[in-house]
């Protein structure tokens, strides 16, 4: 006899890619929007994983096997902004009471870069939070240089935020470019890691994105 495949699906991959889903029809849109549903807390979060703990393959888990995490709330509600603005508003509430909250900080706890990139996202969509100052504290050794460089570029991007000073951004741009972008090889950036109550620590860097940072950074200096 045949067994169903395993499959696990992350909740903010889901709606990354449904975000970028060239003219889905309504119909599967509905139909995806009615899963992420079903994953949908008492306290209106997302869990992460799709999938249910039997048929979960190659995770880690934690003291929670599948808990709710703010960077992919925000991936969540970027989605809902475009396919069901009331959804996305009822996220946003939750979040404004749980965003400082620790125990919703889970892959992201130690890795606060990307959720910090995405205030400029959230701001457009109608919900302007801001990541808690504790967790940029609380970001993994190294990281200082990315979370300056993600900090004024948010500056950058938030017309009431207060720019940097021009000088300012390119002594950053300068030192993460000094001896050949040797900070981005030495210390990348860390995007994301699993969960710290798992028996296994695991991190994940990526040095093409401090390269796209830097660029990033850069063309919006320029522009500005």
Same mark, same amino acid.
């Given at each position: 006899?045949?067994?169903?495949?395993?499959?696990?699906?992350?909740?903010?991959?889901?709606?990354?890619?449904?975000?970028?889903?060239? %003219?889905?029809?309504?119909?599967? @849109?509905?139909?995806?929007? +009615?899963? /992420?549903?079903?994953? @949908?807390? +008492?306290? +209106?979060?997302? #869990?992460?994983?799709?999938?249910?703990? &039997? *048929?979960?393959?190659?995770?880690?888990? %934690?003291?929670?096997?599948? =808990? =709710?995490?703010? %960077?992919?709330?925000?991936?969540?509600?970027?989605?809902?902004?475009?396919?069901?603005?009331?959804?996305? *508003?009822?996220?946003?509430?939750?979040? *404004?009471?749980?965003?400082?909250? &620790?125990?919703?900080?889970?892959?992201?706890?130690?890795?606060?870069?990307?959720?910090?990139? @995405?205030?400029? $996202?959230? *701001?457009?969509?109608?919900?302007? /939070?801001?990541?808690?100052?504790? @967790?940029? #504290?609380?970001?993994? %050794?190294?990281?200082?240089?990315?979370?300056?460089?993600?900090?004024?570029?948010?500056?950058?991007?938030?017309?009431? +935020?207060?720019? =940097?000073?021009?000088?300012?951004?390119?002594? /950053?741009?300068?030192?993460?470019?000094?001896? $050949? !972008?040797?900070?981005?090889?030495?210390?990348?950036?860390? /995007?994301?890691?699993?969960? !710290?109550?798992?028996?296994? =620590?695991? !991190?994940?860097?990526?040095? $093409?994105?401090?390269?796209?940072?830097?660029?990033?950074?850069?063309?919006?200096? #320029?522009?500005?």
């Amino acid at each position: 006899m045949k067994t169903a495949p395993k499959i696990l699906i992350v909740e903010d991959d889901t709606s990354l890619a449904w975000r970028i889903a060239p %003219g889905a029809p309504a119909a599967l @849109r509905t139909r995806a929007l +009615g899963v /992420l549903a079903q994953y @949908r807390t +008492g306290e +209106g979060l997302y #869990r992460t994983w799709l999938a249910p703990r &039997e *048929r979960y393959e190659c995770i880690d888990v %934690g003291k929670d096997p599948n =808990p =709710p995490d703010a %960077g992919i709330q925000i991936h969540v509600l970027l989605l809902l902004a475009k396919s069901d603005p009331p959804g996305a *508003r009822a996220l946003c509430d939750a979040l *404004r009471r749980t965003f400082g909250e &620790e125990r919703i900080w889970v892959y992201y706890k130690a890795a606060p870069l990307v959720p910090l990139l @995405r205030q400029a $996202d959230l *701001r457009r969509a109608g919900c302007p /939070l801001r990541v808690p100052e504790a @967790r940029l #504290r609380a970001a993994a %050794g190294g990281q200082e240089p990315w979370i300056a460089a993600a900090r004024q570029l948010d500056r950058l991007l938030d017309p009431e +935020g207060g720019w =940097p000073s021009s000088p300012e951004t390119i002594a /950053l741009l300068s030192a993460l470019a000094d001896d $050949d !972008f040797a900070a981005v090889r030495k210390s990348p950036p860390l /995007l994301y890691h699993n969960d !710290f109550t798992a028996p296994t =620590p695991r !991190f994940y860097w990526s040095e $093409d994105f401090g390269y796209a940072l830097w660029l990033r950074l850069y063309l919006a200096h #320029r522009q500005r």
